[in-house]
């Protein structure tokens, strides 16, 4: 990648300038104004002052020793010492050529990889996904996609939650009023039934409440009959995710519930409690504030009324159960000593963050020498509004089930697939409605900022205009459709030909299309896809663009070469960068 030829020839010449220099922080990146350059360096201005010279007269210096002339058309300096370069239209497109050859262009696989773990999507057993799980799951789904993408090692894994008190409702519910013909049916709904009807008669009556307790306890201590009946909750539960998931596309390395820590916890609890970690208070056993942090960031206090009063991290009640805290330590401990990641990444709601803050902080007071090791990461997110701005429900004023809203999405996508394309067989349809659908979907949650709440809108992420899926996809079908015109093997005639890039818009796709690379990394780096929407955004339009004023199939030679050449490029970018985040392409639309 021209960035990193570039970079590693200006490391050479800072070396020649200063010889004992640390040229791990030189950075090469694409200037953000094209208007300075393609390419700039600003790393020599920091080198400057940490050894007290005149940044400029370095930047001379390093002028003189960096041989890029092959490569660049002007090396400028400008401003306290930036270094700018503008890259010849020909090294340019011997990169595209190059990178053409591959079978992913633009990718570079991470120098050092990392052991990646990326818990997400983890519902609930016998409750149905709802529409706020596309978020966890479709941000999960596209970090795993972008850091396998990158060679990174990733270990996804789908915390399921599938223990808890509310297993004793379900099991009075099970063995008193379970319809089989509904179980067969709907699973989760039926679940869902059950616990519903249960759990207004306990409120209502402490002897129904009481019976529920004691099917609860018997499934802790293993009674045999109610673990097999929780085990088929557990089973039907997993049948209708998984439907959810082969629709999205989307898997998993493991799925260890929460169950699957059982065994671990009480000597967790010991074990906090034997090194003065955990206490006990009022029954319970919790961990509390050490007075490290101010009490404004301390997520062990809370304020009342004006007061720090103790918000401890609980890890077993007075009834001698166990928390959420309690397994997510238990679960952090398993993996390090599993799979020994650099980091763990949670994509969980951002209403867990204070969770995930006192859980962060227990464990590095529990284990300190294996929490410096892994980097523990919440990566939140915020919610689904309607378009009312309130909290996105159905008109009746339920949560909205995931399930209707993908079937909703292929719907309301048929009809505009439908719209553009009224002679396709109606097979043909539904499959580019699917694909638009579900697309539209995803994409709608992953471009927003992933902290700030957004709008579901319909007819926004369904818009054939605009920064949305189906207009992403749309882009591609042009490309492919300029190759079903231009006769056989126009892609890899083009990647062998005589090419040269000459017009603005011609130049302005290919440095776009270098950009690929560095995007993901940065995605990668923070966690967020949106940063890959808008670049795919951007490729769309300078296409557009570029199609407008470039005529591809009429031209000749080897303006046509170079032509043809960024069309393969941006649809293997387009399609590349689509695919990452979980979302499909359709041939015609
Ligand atoms: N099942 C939890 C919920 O629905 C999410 C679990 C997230 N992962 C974790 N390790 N705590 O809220």
């Not at 493991?254 to 009022?282: K, M």
């Not at 539209?440 to 471009?447: F, R």
Request: hydrophobic share 45%; aromatic share 8%.
């Amino acid at each position: 990648m021209l960035h990193l030829t570039l970079q590693a020839k200006l490391h050479a010449a800072v070396r020649a300038a200063l010889p004992d220099a640390d040229t791990t922080a030189v950075l090469v990146r694409p200037c953000l104004d094209p208007r300075h350059g393609d390419y700039q360096s600003n790393a020599l201005i920091g080198l400057a002052k940490q050894r007290k010279l005149n940044p400029r007269a370095l930047a001379e210096q390093v002028k003189a020793a960096l041989d890029v002339a092959e490569l660049c058309d002007a090396l400028d300096i400008a401003g306290p010492g930036f270094l700018n370069f503008r890259v010849r239209p020909a090294a340019l497109a011997a990169v595209l050529q190059a990178e053409a050859a591959k079978e992913q262009p633009f990718v570079a696989k991470a120098a050092q990889p990392r052991t990646v773990v990326i818990d997400f999507s983890s519902p609930n057993v016998a409750k149905p996904m709802h529409v706020g799980h596309i978020r966890s799951t479709g941000i999960g789904d596209a970090l795993q996609r972008v850091f396998r993408l990158l060679g990174h090692r990733v270990i996804s894994d789908n915390h399921l939650g599938d223990w808890g008190t509310q297993f004793g409702k379900l099991l009075l519910g099970w063995k008193q009023i379970l319809d089989r013909d509904a179980l067969a049916r709907e699973p989760i709904a039926e679940l869902e039934r059950l616990y519903k009807v249960i759990n207004a008669e306990c409120d209502a009556n402490p002897a129904r409440l009481e019976e529920a307790k004691q099917e609860l306890v018997k499934l802790q201590a293993g009674d045999a009959e109610n673990t097999a009946v929780w085990q088929e909750m557990i089973r039907v539960s997993q049948r209708q995710f998984d439907a959810v998931y082969g629709r999205l596309g989307v898997k998993f390395d493991h799925t260890l519930g929460e169950s699957f820590y059982n065994p671990q916890l009480s000597a967790v609890v010991t074990d906090l409690l034997a090194r003065g970690i955990a206490r006990e208070s009022e029954g319970a056993v919790g961990v509390f504030s050490d007075g490290s942090l101010p009490p404004k960031n301390d997520p062990f206090l809370v304020n009342r009324d004006g007061e720090w009063v103790a918000d401890p991290a609980l890890v077993r009640k007075s009834d001698g159960g166990f928390n959420y805290m309690t397994t997510d330590l238990a679960t952090i401990d398993y993996r390090l000593k599993t799979w020994a990641p650099d980091e763990i990444i949670y994509v969980v709601d951002d209403r867990q963050a204070p969770h995930f803050r006192k859980l962060f902080l227990t464990f590095a007071r529990w284990q300190a020498d294996a929490a410096a090791r892994v980097k523990l990461n919440h990566v939140g997110f915020g919610k689904i509004l309607g378009e009312d701005g309130k909290p996105f429900k159905t008109r009746s004023g339920d949560t909205v089930k995931l399930e209707d809203l993908l079937n909703e999405a292929e719907e309301r996508a048929l009809a505009v697939v439908t719209e553009k394309n009224p002679d396709l067989s109606e097979a043909e349809r539904r499959e580019i409605a699917r694909i638009v659908g579900l697309g539209a979907v995803k994409y709608a949650d992953l471009l927003p900022n992933r902290q700030s709440d957004y709008q579901f809108s319909w007819d926004k992420m369904l818009a054939l205009q605009g920064n949305t899926a189906p207009y992403l996809q749309y882009a591609y079908t042009r490309v492919r459709s300029i190759f079903r015109k231009s006769g056989a093997n126009a892609e890899t005639g083009a990647r062998n030909a005589e090419t040269a890039l000459a017009a603005a818009d011609e130049l302005a796709l290919a440095k776009h299309l270098m950009n690929f690379g560095l995007v993901l990394e940065t995605v990668a780096d923070e966690c967020r896809p949106n940063f890959l929407c808008n670049y795919l955004y951007e490729l769309a339009g300078l296409f557009a663009r570029f199609y407008e004023s470039c005529p591809v199939l009429k031209a000749e030679g080897t303006e046509r070469a170079t032509r043809l050449l960024l069309c393969d490029l941006t649809g293997r970018v387009l399609r590349q960068g689509l695919a990452t985040l979980g979302i499909e392409v359709t041939e015609q639309m």
